[in-house]
């Protein structure tokens, strides 16, 4: 990768307008750097045209799997359509949900945040629901004799949950307990990315119409419209983590 050509991009002047987004090398590694300890959440992440494509891609196939539970036999094994669980993992897991729109929630929540969380609605000691939670609504806490339990605020209050009532799908971990969140390691390299989007965007809504309106080569300018294309498809595909 030419490292050059990304600094060309980020310093030189839009068409019509004398202020780059980087002034010189410093500025630009400052941002990168500065971009580590800036949040991005995974709101502003689905903003980046690859997080974006690659959570929705993902998400949907595996939730378009089909999910089925067996039971073994004698002779090997068969569809387990009687148990109590096949109809809430197989066809109707709450009421406002299909089975693809569920699971496809819990895969996008693990790709964004780390984890996939539901509540497991019961009555009378069987389940006839899963709930899904908004991450940013569930903290898992883990205590120093090993304990641990799920904490969410449901109309305000404060509630405690047992893992058995928490239907948790996990992406990696460091330390087996606890899922590292995605977004935040690769903070700088989504956040370069928004970045030359929002050069571009500049660019395209102030200097391609100003170098139009100067007479200026029309083909220079779709030539400089495909360097930065080229170059920010670059940025996407860049890892500084």
């Known amino acids: 990768m030419d490292f050059s050509r990304i600094k060309d991009f980020f310093t030189r002047p839009i068409f019509g307008d004398n202020k780059p987004v980087f002034s010189n090398d ?18 502003r992440a689905m903003r980046c045209s690859t997080v974006n494509a690659c959570v929705n891609l993902i998400s949907s196939i595996i939730a378009q799997l089909p999910l089925v539970l067996y039971k073994r036999t004698e002779k090997g094994r068969e569809v387990a359509s009687e148990h109590k669980l096949y109809d809430i993992l197989h066809d109707t897991p709450n009421d406002y949900q299909t089975p693809i729109d569920f699971f496809q929630f819990m895969i996008a929540s693990m790709l964004l945040t780390g984890k996939g969380c539901a509540y497991i609605a019961r009555a009378g000691g069987r389940v006839v629901s899963l709930n899904p939670i908004s991450p940013d609504k569930i903290e898992e806490v883990w205590e120093d004799n090993g304990d641990h339990y799920f904490r969410t605020t449901v109309k305000g209050k404060d509630l405690r949950l047992l893992p058995k009532d928490i239907f948790c799908v996990k992406g990696l971990t460091l330390d087996g307990k606890n899922a590292i969140n995605p977004i935040e390691y690769a903070a700088t390299t989504i956040g370069v990315s928004l970045k030359a989007s929002e050069h571009n965007s500049n660019f395209l809504s102030k200097g391609y119409d100003k170098a139009l309106e100067n007479n200026d080569d029309q083909r220079d300018v779709e030539q400089e419209t495909a360097e930065m294309a080229e170059l920010e498809k670059a940025l996407n595909n860049l890892k500084f983590i």
């Open 26 to 43: 410093f500025d630009m590694l400052s941002f990168m750097l500065a971009n580590q300890n800036n949040r991005i959440d995974s709101d």
